[in-house]
């Protein structure tokens, strides 16, 4: 099992809590994304730069991931992709995609997207505040723990 980081709009300081569990736990974590990214030096770290392009990113981690692993994106299609696939897909915001509730998030998603494309501009997420960043740590520790069994 490793851990797939959809890298190009993860901020920082998920990466961070990422790089600190991964030290702490020695769990695998690969950073992708379509521009050149800065990782610890640390053996279980390591980062892939794929070709610019719409889901190039999307597709690599796909492509490279198994049943099990645990995907960090805010990308809903992505997450639907990955949880047909075997694996889990956590928000950056501590939120774990369920097959429960993915095709309803992703509806709720193509349905915005179509209010923006109408001219219906709508406000984005808030910023990333102390409170998601310690739900995403509690569910990123609660994986590691089912993780190491």
Same mark, same amino acid.
């Given at each position: 099992?490793?851990?797939?980081v ?7 300081v ?5 790089f600190?569990?991964?030290?702490r736990?020695g769990?695998?974590v690969?950073?992708v994304?379509n521009?050149?990214?800065q990782v610890p030096? &640390?053996?279980?770290?390591q980062a892939v730069?794929v070709a *610019?392009?719409? /889901?190039v #990113?999307?597709?690599e981690?796909? @492509? ?9 994106t805010?990308?809903i299609p ?9 694996? &889990?897909?956590l928000?950056?915001r501590g939120e774990m995609? *369920?097959?429960? /509730?993915? #095709?309803?998030?992703r509806t709720m @998603?193509?349905?915005m997207d179509t209010?923006?494309a109408?001219?219906?501009h709508?406000?984005?997420p808030s ?5 998601e960043r &310690? ?6 520790d609660?994986w590691?723990a089912k993780?190491?069994?």
């Open positions: 099992m490793q851990i797939w959809d890298a190009d709009a993860c901020p920082v998920i990466k961070q809590i990422l600190r569990a991964s030290k736990t769990m695998p690969t950073l994304a521009q050149p990214l030096r &640390q053996p279980q770290i730069q *610019s392009g719409f /889901d #990113a999307d597709n981690i796909v @492509r490279r991931m198994t049943a099990g692993d645990l995907v960090i805010a990308d992505l997450a639907a992709e990955v949880i047909d696939n075997g694996g &889990q897909a928000s950056p995609y *369920s097959p429960d /509730d993915i #095709a309803a998030k @998603r193509d349905f209010l923006r109408s001219g219906i709508g406000t984005g910023a990333l505040g102390e409170k &310690q739900a995403f740590a509690n569910a990123l609660r590691l993780a190491r069994g």
